[in-house]
């Protein structure tokens, strides 16, 4: 098996103590990575000689030969002085260039330490692994049950080992626990194109007095509940998230861990959506607040309304009841109705009254004049006028005339209109 040449070590590498002083007779001491099993390292890479455990310093402090690592192993140094006071520590060394350490696997990469059993939700690996094992990467992990998947939530370092805290997919972390591969792409500034990042679908997410939005394995997420939210849950800076309210419920404005619009509180309703961004430590702001009732395409289905166009827009039904044809429209205050017979084109086209014909009662009242020829008050047949005489004889009636017909009177109508459909939101 080849060996490949420690980058810590390796080739004449002179070491000195914490005051600069040379290191003569310092003793370097290798283990498997992450553990105290001692390990063997060689003179080159035929891995046929093999360097004393520990290595001993020459007088001017130099590795008296070569340090080669076995391949598809990480190791661990340990650097003391004559009298073996520990003077430092190196832990998961692979040989330059060696790639077989890191075990790729299409997208993923081994951790080179081994895992732990804690909980369904957490394992420990030796040495400080916090800057590899950060917020939202993902992970691999071989259990008892198979291989699992899961991304991690958090990682602390302490005591010597890094504890992590998990977000299974679905099965959970077993005590069988054997091996820890991480992806590939970190979680801040992947090279995954842009029009890919959000493309997952939505996740429902249950609403608490801290919601745990980042958590969530998408970007989309539903919440659900009507229970007041005060916070989100802590993620890395930049997280964005794209909500949408299923129920209604209360957001509470906070000035540093949840930035709303205005300033102010926010009852939510059913289909409202919202874009979230993470500002880090359970700090974040709403980027965006969009109520479901605000046009454009945010009236509630069933809701009626005029427009001046001859077909309904898109997600509105025209209204062809016949009933509503060439009417007119009349403003109320009370409960709407409808009513009359006569079309509005019918009554504006109209230039005359109806015809009529008047009856006595609507007579003005009048007196008529009357001239009498029987030679009353007057003589040989002449006429008399009667005004201001005693009538002594029977009355005769006047002439007649008029034809008795109806008559109408002219209309101007012609009003200007403009023409209007009513529309049902589907």
């Not at 500034?189 to 919601?211: D, E, H, K, R």
């Not at 009662?361 to 003589?379: F, W």
């Amino acid at each position: 098996m080849p060996s490949f040449l420690s980058p810590v070590f390796g080739a004449g590498a002179q070491l000195f103590d914490n005051q600069g002083r040379v290191l003569a007779g310092g003793k370097i001491y290798t283990y498997i990575g992450g553990t105290t099993t001692p390990t063997a390292t060689f003179t080159d890479n035929t891995d046929f000689v093999t360097n004393p455990n520990p290595i001993i310093l020459d007088s001017a402090g130099r590795v008296p030969t070569e340090v080669w690592l076995e391949e598809g192993q990480a190791n661990k140094f340990v650097l003391t002085d004559s009298a073996g006071n520990v003077l430092g520590t190196w832990d998961n060394i692979s040989g330059v260039n060696d790639i077989t350490t890191f075990s790729t696997t299409a997208e993923w990469t081994n951790l080179a330490a081994t895992p732990s059993y804690i909980s369904a939700t957490s394992f420990s690996v030796p040495g400080n692994l916090v800057s590899v094992l950060i917020p939202n990467r993902r992970l691999m992990i071989s259990v008892t049950a198979g291989t699992i998947y899961a991304y991690v939530y958090t990682s602390t370092f302490g005591a010597g080992i890094t504890t992590v805290v998990v977000k299974n997919d679905s099965t959970v972390i077993d005590s069988g626990i054997s091996q820890v591969m991480v992806g590939l792409l970190k979680p801040t500034n992947p090279s995954v194109p842009q029009q890919y990042l959000a493309m997952n679908a939505a996740v429902s997410v249950a609403s608490a007095a801290t919601t745990a939005i980042g958590a969530a394995l998408s970007v989309n997420v539903t919440i659900t509940g009507t229970v007041t939210i005060t916070a989100f849950d802590t993620v890395l800076g930049g997280v964005i998230r794209l909500a949408k309210f299923a129920d209604a419920l209360t957001l509470t404005h906070n000035g540093t861990s949840l930035i709303l619009p205005g300033a102010a509180n926010i009852t939510t309703a059913a289909g409202d959506q919202a874009i979230f961004r993470s500002l880090g430590s359970g700090n974040w702001e709403c980027l965006s607040y969009q109520r479901v009732a605000t046009y454009p395409g945010g009236f509630p289905a069933g809701t009626r309304t005029v427009f001046n166009q001859t077909a309904a827009p898109t997600g509105w039904t025209k209204d062809t009841t016949a009933g509503l044809d060439d009417s007119l429209m009349r403003i109320v205050i009370g409960s709407v109705s409808s009513g009359g017979s006569q079309a509005f084109s019918t009554w504006n086209g109209l230039t005359a009254t109806g015809a009529h014909t008047l009856t006595v009662p609507e007579l003005p009242a009048h007196t008529h004049e009357q001239v009498r020829s029987d030679g009353i008050n007057g003589s040989g047949g002449g006429q008399s006028n009667l005004v201001g005489t005693t009538e002594t004889s029977p009355s005769k009636p006047t002439g007649s005339t008029g034809g008795g017909g109806s008559h109408t009177h002219p209309l101007t109508n012609g009003l200007k209109y403009n023409d209007f459909i009513i529309a049902t939101k589907d």
